[in-house]
């Protein structure tokens, strides 16, 4: 009997020593497999920062050469529009001149200096060219300070390597931006601006002008063919703290809640290969929330898109 009851006490210890075993190996089990979670997890964001490092150094060639581009076309357009407005000084002499003699050619009588005057300005079409030339030349003054404006706006938003923050007004990056992406806009576009009275907001404007280029063009692709633009910005309270509040409202044919869910995940896009590289959004959530900040988005399908961006003061 006693060799039966110390049978029992063995088999019983080497029942719980195996059990132990098998919960250590158990825990052991799990703790490896959590790591590999935090490992893989680790793993990711790497490459998601590697990646997003890429597109920050593209952007900074980009901004670089952006700048550096604007810079000499900034000569040949002031030298243009200075020829143009010395020629409309001319031409106004000109045609004062040709108004005198026009006035007085009378009393010339039958002078053939006269008559070769009025042959010559039928045979010119002097009247006709008297009325085109002022809008042409207003015409072509006109276009090349568009073309001017431009590249200021372009040299303002594509400083890179911005280190020290500058006093900025959000209205003004606002139309800085709405300029340098007009081009996307104003074929398929109908922007509206309401916008509230703001502080001087500390932040990298360059930055910040390539978030809303970014959504601005989105919006635009978006609304193809036609579509409604509506910016709006505003300072609003939340949780009993000042912020500048910017929104960026389009009509156009929205999204699905499971693409909502992934618009800032790099590399997600639902533009068609070569036209969209999936970062735009990732990257402006990254400068949002640089900026201690927040980027929210709304989206009904088939009715358009509300970002709506929140700033702290």
Known sequence: MAEVNAYKAAYEREKQARLLAES????????????????????DELEETQDKLIQSEKMASLGQLAAGVAH???????????????????????FE???????????????PLSKNYLESRIDNDVEFITEDIASLL???IKGLERVSDIVANLKKVSHVGEIDKSECDINELVEESIKVVWSELKYNMEVNTNFG????YSCHGGELTQVLMNLFINASHACEPQGTLDIT?????????????????DNGKGM???????????????????VGTGLGLSVSFGIIEKHGGMIDVDSVEGKGTTFVISLPI
């Open 197 to 200: 009275t703001l502080p001087d």
């Open 256 to 274: 699905p809640k499971d693409v909502l869910k992934k618009i800032f995940d790099p590399f997600f896009t639902t533009k068609a290969v070569g």
């Open 97 to 111: 001149l040709d108004s005198l003699v026009m006035a007085n050619i009378e009393s010339l009588g039958e002078h």
């Open 24 to 43: 250590l190996l158990d825990e052991k089990t799990r703790f490896l497999y959590e790591s590999v979670n935090v490992l893989q997890k680790t793993v």
């Open 233 to 249: 910005t505003s300072v609003q309270s939340v949780n009993n703290k000042q912020h500048i509040e910017i929104k960026v409202q």
């Open 138 to 140: 207003k015409d072509s």
């Open 72 to 94: 000499e076309i900034n000569n040949p357009i002031g030298f243009s529009l200075s020829n143009l407005n010395t020629m409309t000084d001319y031409i106004k002499s000109i």
